[in-house]
């Protein structure tokens, strides 16, 4: 499960859909990784301390500052080149992760950060695996993933004026028909196995910004 934890954190980041952040769905970063630590409802749920959300601001600014030009050019880059940098950037998530959150919140942490990856999550290994998907199954949910990947690519497109509250819900809405059509081809023992993978639902809420105060 680490190797799927570094795919699922640096996937969100590069490409994935954040499902309850819609700035950010438009956009393709999802705030996954040691990024996840930093969302309000996330915090709440593992139940982070002061010293914890201290520490995820400053792993999240050191990823930043570190990866911020690879990020700026990685369309430009070849790739091989980008797999370069999707593994450094997945080895520094994990670590930091690793070493802000304890055992029991890092089983929970990855339990999110499944239920936020969604259809996609089901193209790793490791998930694959745990629920024993047949040839088929995978043939069909990789045609699911692929419908998905196209359909979120046009409405990118069509939230290029900046329209992001309709295209959230837009986004919202397809994700939750993929992800229907992922279940209807599992059978009762896998989807037992997804639960327990994924454990309780979470909803994951996009941070409030406070709006500044008029000038008196």
Do not use: C
Not at 162 to 178: L, P, S, T, V, Y
Not at 190 to 208: D, I, N, R, S, V
């Amino acid at each position: 499960m680490r190797k799927l934890m570094v795919t699922l954190g640096v996937f969100a980041l590069l490409s994935g859909p954040a499902l309850a952040q819609q700035r950010f769905q438009f956009f393709g970063f999802g705030g996954g990784g040691v990024e996840l630590l930093l969302n309000p409802s996330v915090q709440k749920e593992l139940k982070l301390s002061e010293e914890q959300s201290g520490k995820a601001k400053e792993a999240v600014t050191k990823i930043r500052e570190k990866f911020g030009d690879d990020l700026k050019r990685f369309r430009e880059l070849s790739n091989e080149e980008r797999e370069t940098v999707r593994k450094k950037m997945a080895d520094a998530n994990t670590k930091a992760v690793e070493e802000i959150l304890k055992p029991d919140q890092l089983k929970r942490y990855k339990q999110i950060q499944l239920q936020q990856r969604g259809v996609n999550a089901f193209a790793e290994a490791e998930v694959q695996a745990a629920l024993k998907l047949s040839d088929e199954q995978k043939e069909k949910l990789k045609t699911l993933q692929e419908d998905l990947r196209r359909d979120m690519a046009e409405l990118r497109k069509e939230g290029a004026g900046g329209n992001f509250q309709e295209i959230g819900k837009k986004i919202a809405a397809r994700n939750k028909e993929a992800m229907t059509k992922t279940m209807e081809t599992l059978n009762d023992d896998q989807k037992k196995a997804w639960k327990e993978l994924t454990g309780e639902p979470f909803e994951l809420k996009p941070e409030q910004r406070r709006r500044p105060k008029p000038p008196a």
